[in-house]
DNA sequence: AACTCGTGGTC
DNA sequence: TGACCAAGAGT
């Protein structure tokens, strides 16, 4: 087995000169990296979300908002609803605050890891990605295809998240001073179409020869991973309040679950999860069924009801808008919400 | 250190 | 079909 770093670094640069993936926001290998603006909101963009989910919203941003200063001079309504459906609402807030700080220095990222590591949302990994790949400043990156090629190459079985101090060590160890950007960018590729969670195509690997776990003939086996937490299950109630071909709207608090998005009033769940609350008229209701939806770690049944009079005079002590219906789309709600308001047109039925 | 924070695809 | 997973960050 010889996992020195020659031998690793230059089996994958070859590699990744042949099959590097093409993706919207990546220069060929080879060629001046594309700008720092680019490289840091595919990043941000990618931050626990696959390739896939990531391509419509990355040139939606970059039609919308073609570089950092104009993305800093948008609102927040704006981008927020513009993010709606990808997750992880922090990250919209965040990237907003970063651009608005990057505009105000000059409109330029700064060139260093550890200058990018101080913005809003930037992290180690996206610090260090953005650092090599934009910068191409030698930075040891680290994200979840890295932590399994490691794992593998060097069969480290120290369970996460405490293994992950010996695997930044070795990945630091195979990092090239030269080209590590595109290092990063190739051990990432590696992860997501060779060395995949299950099913790793070890016959296609150009590391086949230096890896360990491969000469085990178990690969699958690492990385090893703490057991995960049950996910408890809650309940809660959401309320579609319609008038005139309007649907009353609220804007959730700028924290917390699905922080800074547009939604529909509820009765609480994220606190108190048992479905008791109640909504902002006093009725009547009616029940129009209930919407599933599966968050990182809990699980929710969201019982949808409907009201269609017009004793709405008490929603004016609420924050809130009426939003027409037949832009509905244009609201930017999360998908839970997205779900409700599905139903809710639809009329009465469930949705799982 | 452990917990919070979304979503859609895969098997 | 439920559990796992994905270019993690903030607290």
Redesign the pocket.
């Known amino acids: 087995m010889d996992a020195s770093f020659d031998a690793v670094s230059r089996a994958l640069l070859d590699w990744y000169d042949a099959h590097a993936?093409d993706?919207p926001?990546?220069a060929r290998p080879g060629t001046p990296p594309p700008e720092p603006y680019r490289v840091w909101l595919?990043?941000?963009m990618?931050?626990?979300?696959?390739?896939?989910?990531v391509k419509d919203y990355f040139a939606a941003f970059t039609s919308r908002w073609p570089s950092v200063e104009a993305l800093a001079v948008a609102s927040d309504e704006d981008v927020m609803a513009a993010w709606?459906?990808?997750?992880?609402?922090?990250?919209a807030r965040?990237l907003l605050a970063c651009a608005r700080e990057v505009a105000a220095n000059g409109g330029r990222f700064p060139d260093t890891e550890e200058g990018l590591r101080a913005?809003?949302?930037?992290?180690?990994?996206?610090?260090a990605?953005v650092a090599a790949i934009a910068f191409e400043r030698r930075a040891v990156v680290v994200?979840?295809?890295v932590?399994?090629v490691v794992a593998r190459l060097f069969a480290l079985d120290e369970p996460l998240?405490?293994g992950r101090t010996a695997i930044r060590e070795r990945a630091d160890a195979i990092t090239p001073q030269a080209r590590s950007g595109d290092f990063a960018?190739a051990m990432?590729?590696l992860?997501?179409t060779v060395c995949t969670?299950?099913?790793p195509r070890c016959l296609l690997c150009p590391l086949a020869s230096h890896c360990t776990a491969q000469a085990m003939g178990e690969p699958e086996r690492f990385p090893v991973?703490a057991?995960?937490?049950?996910?408890p299950a809650r309940r809660g109630r959401a309320f579609w309040i319609e008038r005139d071909e309007h649907v009353w709207l609220v804007r959730r608090p700028g924290?917390?679950?699905?922080?800074g998005?547009r939604a529909l009033p509820d009765d609480g769940w994220?606190a108190r999860a048992d479905g008791s609350g109640d909504g902002p008229l006093a009725g009547p209701w009616e029940s129009a069924g209930k919407v599933g939806?599966?968050?990182?770690?809990?699980s929710l049944e969201l019982n949808l009801t409907v009201y269609l009079g017009d004793q709405c005079d008490s929603l004016a002590r609420h924050e809130g808008e009426w939003w027409p219906l037949e832009q509905l789309d244009a609201a930017g709600l999360?998908?839970?919400f997205?779900k409700a308001a599905r139903l809710a047109l639809a009329g009465t039925g469930e949705e799982a």
């Open positions: 993936r993706l926001w990546r595919s990043e941000v990618l931050q626990q979300t696959t390739v896939a989910a709606a459906g990808l997750g992880y609402y922090a990250r965040n913005l809003p949302g930037l992290g180690a990994y996206t610090a990605a994200d979840a295809n932590e399994r998240p405490g960018q990432m590729d992860g997501a969670s299950r099913a991973k057991p995960k937490k049950a996910k924290k917390g679950m699905l922080g998005m994220n939806h599966v968050f990182t770690h809990f999360p998908t839970l997205a």
